[in-house]
């Protein structure tokens, strides 16, 4: 049945020839409206989002193939680094979105590059003031509404959080000396 379709669809002299060049078939059939007012390349029309991976064979022929968009930075003013410098501007703290509450510790970062981002302090306690130099790396804390950014412990000004037994590596602590 497919086949039969495709048959009467496309004609075995068209599969031949280049599919970009302007034939006429010799008798009516349900492809032939497309290649009647065909030029160089076949029209190209945006679809909806919603049909941009469920087109049939008659609108790919008809509208031809919509790219994809390219994927939204997840930590923008990065941009294709892991880590980036910059200077404190202040530090402070704000409320999480809704179902949490506390205080989650933030800096106001101004990149090597110029910019200046909000970032999240992670950990217990930090020694983070006005001027110092840190690292910053992406990663957003989930209930910090714009904040895309974390800074790196253990690096730079940023010292590790103290007394930390379990995942040291992300809190910049080192392993803790054996009692003797």
């Known amino acids: 049945m497919p086949v039969q379709f495709l048959r009467r669809l496309i004609r075995p002299s068209l599969l031949t020839q280049s599919p970009f060049t302007a034939v006429?078939?010799?008798?009516?059939?349900?492809?032939?409206?497309?290649?009647?007012?065909?030029?160089?390349?076949?029209?190209?029309?945006?679809?909806?989002?919603?049909?941009?991976?469920?087109?049939?064979?008659?609108?790919?022929?008809r509208q031809g193939r919509i790219s994809q968009k390219a994927r939204k930075l997840r930590s923008p003013q990065l941009k294709n680094r892991p880590e980036l410098k910059g200077v404190c501007l202040k530090v402070g703290t704000t409320k999480p979105k809704k179902p949490n509450s506390g205080e989650r510790k933030i800096a106001r970062v101004r990149l090597s590059t110029g910019k200046v981002i909000t970032a999240y302090i992670p950990g217990e306690g930090h020694n983070v003031q006005q001027h110092s130099v840190v690292m910053v790396r992406g990663g957003r804390a989930q209930d910090c509404p714009g904040v895309k950014y974390h800074l790196v412990r253990g690096a730079l000004d940023l010292g590790g959080v103290g007394n930390r037994i379990t995942s040291r590596s992300k809190y910049g602590t080192k392993k803790p000396k054996a009692a003797a």
């Not at 492809?31 to 469920?54: D, E, H, M, V, Y």
Request: include cysteine; charge should be positive.
């Open 24 to 61: 006429l078939p010799l008798r009516p059939s349900i492809a032939a409206p497309i290649f009647q007012n065909a030029t160089s390349a076949f029209p190209t029309r945006a679809l909806p989002g919603s049909r941009a991976n469920k087109c049939t064979l008659i609108q790919v022929l």
